[in-house]
């Protein structure tokens, strides 16, 4: 997904301003000054024109006729814009957010898995082998980070191979799902565990087996689904979250 937060000067306010809703420094309401921050960030009114209507796109902020432009209710945000997406999951991820994205993921991934060994090509069979590679390369190092960075390419090539260009661009949740999951999984795991679980699904697409592929990705989000429960169950209030998304399903 296209996102805009970094071009050019507006892209600093947009990233700025978006941060700061996402926040809470700024909430549902709040009057946003021109005046204020064309001093706060030193530009002209045209770049903070072109910031405020970005970020208008994103539904975050609105305007009204003397009232001026305020920053939206949440109901009306873009979840699922890629700077969005960027901004909530940054840091220490808000629990819900986590749980939400294993959610998607555990709907979504399968399905995707289901079509690659369908759908999947010979060039594409060899990415996936790839990834998988590079992947397995990361556990002979200690940074998180590279591994994360890794096991997303692994899930992109996957969603890639299943031919719908719709999860393909699933990514934008997949990137700050792997790297809140991440966090705890790359300490916790085994590295057995964690690559025999990928090479199921690899070794699943490339036999152009439907029923095992997505077998093997079910498999593989409902290890990841427990990452993300320990990740916030690391509180009372994460682990009574948790408990009460369970009690729900």
């Not at 024109?49 to 970020?55: G, M, P, S, Y």
């Not at 305007?63 to 009306?76: I, K, S």
């Not at 873009?78 to 959610?103: A, I, K, N, Y």
């Not at 990705?217 to 427990?226: D, E, K, P, V, Y």
Request: proline share 2%; charged share 25%; aromatic share 4%.
């Amino acid at each position: 997904m296209t996102t805009f937060s970094r071009r050019g000067l507006h892209g600093h306010v947009v990233d700025v301003l978006g941060r700061r809703i996402m926040r809470g420094e700024l909430v549902s309401g709040d009057i946003i000054d021109p005046d204020a921050l064309l001093t706060e960030f030193q530009v002209s009114r045209t770049v903070m024109r072109e910031a405020i209507k970005v970020l208008t796109t994103k539904g975050l902020v609105d305007a009204r006729p003397r009232l001026g432009t305020y920053v939206t209710e949440r109901e009306r945000w873009q979840l699922l814009d890629g700077d969005v997406m960027t901004w909530r999951s940054e840091g220490v991820p808000e629990p819900l957010l986590v749980l939400e994205l294993s959610e998607v993921r555990q709907v979504l991934e399968p399905a995707a898995a289901r079509l690659a060994a369908v759908r999947r090509t010979k060039e594409q069979c060899a990415a996936i082998e790839t990834a998988m590679t590079a992947l397995a390369a990361t556990f002979v190092s200690t940074e998180a980070e590279s591994h994360a960075a890794a096991d997303l390419v692994f899930h992109r090539a996957v969603l890639a191979a299943s031919g719908n260009e719709l999860l393909a661009r699933f990514e934008v949740v997949l990137e700050p799902a792997l790297q809140a999951r991440n966090q705890i999984a790359f300490k916790n795991e085994t590295t057995t565990q964690f690559l025999d679980s990928h090479r199921a699904v690899v070794d699943a697409i490339v036999a152009q087996d439907a029923d095992r592929a997505h077998a093997a990705m079910t498999t593989l989000m409902t290890q990841s689904a427990a990452d993300s429960d320990a990740i916030v169950s690391s509180d009372d209030d994460g682990a009574a979250l948790v408990a009460k998304r369970t009690r729900a399903l």
